[in-house]
T-cell receptor, first 117, second 113 residues
């Protein structure tokens, strides 16, 4: 049973370009969470999605960021018109139950490291 | 004041030593506490949950002090492989929203031969 998969693992973009980060949850998991980790900081919650629904996006910046989790295919975190401050590690986690009721039910992917030049 | 605060370290200790770090939290309603381990450029992995009565898992002991609002992690007989960043994680309640999960910035631990 493959774990949570994220791709690409490393992504380099120039300012103003778009970044698309993909997350495939563990088999049987229909709940996905995205986190951002800035250098020397802890993870910050961004968004929680179920298939075809955004449940909680209270951690998402109001502009340029969007997320989706379609019926088929991976969850996508999209950042438009990237700026240098978007450079960070973006982690995805999945859980088999709503909201990862107990934190140890959230399984993390290896992350995507975004560098904005 | 940050909701969860940790000494960033680094803690640099010799192999075999005992090392302890604390994490303080500001929300007195917090009910669930965890320690995660994060290796350099890797994803966080759950190390252990922290229970009110304290709990032990091999060389690792976690304690919770609700009155003073801190949790601690003690590592005995440290190994080179214990070198990592240890993240303190706090959340209120069991079934609360994932958005209320607060990660500390982590404490870096380096074990030297």
């Amino acid at each position: 049973n493959a774990g949570v998969m994220q791709n690409p693992r490393h992504l380099v973009r120039r300012r103003g370009q778009e970044a698309r980060l993909r997350c495939s949850p563990m088999k049987g998991h229909s709940h996905v969470y995205w986190y951002r980790q800035l250098p020397e900081e802890g993870l910050k919650f961004m968004v929680y999605l179920q298939k075809e629904n955004i449940i909680d996006e209270s951690g998402m910046p109001k502009e340029r960021f969007s997320a989706e989790f379609p019926k088929e295919g991976p969850s996508i975190l999209r950042i438009q018109q990237v700026v240098r401050g978007d450079s960070a590690a973006y982690f995805c986690a999945s859980s088999p139950r709503p909201q990862g009721a107990f934190l140890d039910e959230q399984f993390f992917g290896p992350g995507t490291r975004l560098t904005v030049l | 004041r940050k909701e969860v605060e940790q000494d960033p370290g680094p803690f640099n200790v010799p192999e075999g030593a005992t090392v302890a770090f604390n994490c303080t939290y500001s929300n007195s309603a917090s009910q669930s506490f965890f320690w995660y381990r994060q290796d350099c450029r890797k994803e966080p992995k759950l190390l252990m949950s922290v229970y009110s009565s304290g709990n032990e898992d091999g060389r690792f002991t976690a304690q919770l002090n609700r009155a003073s609002q801190y949790i601690s992690l003690l590592i005995r007989d440290s190994k080179l492989s214990d070198s990592a960043t240890y993240l303190c994680v706090v959340r209120p309640g069991g079934y609360s929203s994932a958005s209320k999960i607060i990660f500390g910035s982590g404490t870096r631990l380096s074990i030297r031969p």
